[in-house]
């Protein structure tokens, strides 16, 4: 069957692509370490499983729900707001999603003309490119000049905006390179968003993830004029390990929010009615549990740091958010003689049987993600079978 020309220009996830990989070379057996999915390991707290169990047990989940989302979901949500942003939104301004990425999607959906450009800056996460494109947008890739930062300043933002940008996308704390946007360099990208009469989506779906003491700030905090240019996408996946749960949400300009939920109640209805239920208990009742996740992250952490800044020929900054890590590979690859990044990744699965997402995905031809979301013996396992590789592709080069 002849495919329309939009289906055969998606490219699919570079990060399901890669864990499913993985998962095939384990079901043939083969004892593959896979560092490549981004998702919390940990089981669902107890506290939301329960409160699924009873809304199924009660008949609640049998039924659709209203398309933008139970009410109590999103009052629930309202004061979660309030309490991690310190600021007000209306019911109107709400929107429950199957998930944080089906959020993502349609607001470039309904924001988007064909040839409406979005800044994205690099690296990004595998997703914003090609839901851009599936939008009719153009991503432009904003480069930093340092890169060493990880993070994108004004003055790179300048060099590529144009008449025809629309969006600014921010994604803090980043997948895949863990790096946080401090309030000081949100208020410049407020004041240039402002400037250029730009849109701001802010992906801030790893905004409890932060460790070590550093603090998250939402572009939408910095001022009530930023506030309204900027649609926050965010979710339960991360925060309460609910990625199967698929809920999302978005929050924002109302018109906006209107017609994204318009969207929605044509292309899903609306979000599984027994996923919000379960959300509005992580919301309402799963802190703690939440806190103790994000704790074992920040162990986590610090011993995969520690780890991976000392293979040689990786160099990092050290990240302060989500749960990845994104080293430059550039110097170990020259010295075991590679010069292509996605032939090395699948040397490294082939060979040392550990599964990593190329930086290709995110934009980046010299890193590669580790995601630390795994226990941290299976981490320093993985680490001493990369050791291994290079030691022994290296001395292959020398000779
Ligand atoms: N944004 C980023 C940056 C992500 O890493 C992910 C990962 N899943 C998402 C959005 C989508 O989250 P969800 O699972 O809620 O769709
Ligand atoms: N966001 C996670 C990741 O980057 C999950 C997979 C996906 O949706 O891309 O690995």
Redesign the pocket.
Known sequence: MELSTRAKNIAP?A??KA?AKARALKAEGIDVISL????PDFVTPKVIQEAAQTAIVKGQASFYTPTSGLPALKSALKNHIKKNYGLDYQANQLLVTPGA?FALYTAFQVLLNPGNEVLIPVPY???YSEQVKLAGGVPLFVHPSDPHSGKVTVSDLEKMVSPQTKILLLNSPS?PNGMIYTADELVAIADFVSQHDLIVVADDIYSNLVYNHEVFTSIAMINPEIQKRTIVITGVSKTYSM?GWRIGFAFGDQEVIQAMSDLQSQAASNPTTVSQYAAIAALNDGEKAAEEMRQAFEERLNKAYDLVEKIPGFTLVKPHGAFYLFPNVAEAMANCGYDDLDVFVEDLLQEAHVAV?SGTGFGVHNAIRL?YAVSPEVFQEAVERILAFLQQKSLKCKH
């Open positions: 996830s990060t399901l864990a490549t999915v981004g998702e990425k996460w595998v997703s997948n990625t997402v995601s």
